[in-house]
C-alpha cells in the first residue's frame, strides 16, 4: 500500500514548551519588612555566633551572660544582640520595649 501516510502525533519541541516541577513556583518579592526582618535574623546569628565564640575564648560560659559582669567588648555585643532582638520582637509583633 503505497502512497498511505500513516498518522502520527506532532509534538511541540522542548524549546517552545514551558515545562515546571510539580510544586515549583515563582519566588514572590519580598516586602521590605519581610527583607529588613531576613537581613536582622541572619546578622543576629552571626551576632550569637560571635559573641558564643569570644565567651567562651575568655573562659565565660555563654549561659552566665546575664549573670557576670562582662567586659566592655562583650558588653557592647551582647547589647547590640538585644538591641537587634527587640526590633525582630517589633517587626514580628508590632510591640515595642518602651
Known sequence: MRGLLTPTLIQPSASRTKHREPGCRRMELMSSTDKELADLLTTLGDLDQRFEAEM???GFDPAQAENVALPSHLAA???????I?????????GETND
Do not use: P
Open 56 to 58: 567562651r575564648a575568655r
Open 77 to 83: 555585643l551582647y547589647a547590640e544582640r538585644e538591641r
Open 85 to 93: 532582638r527587640s526590633e525582630i520582637k517589633e517587626l514580628t509583633t
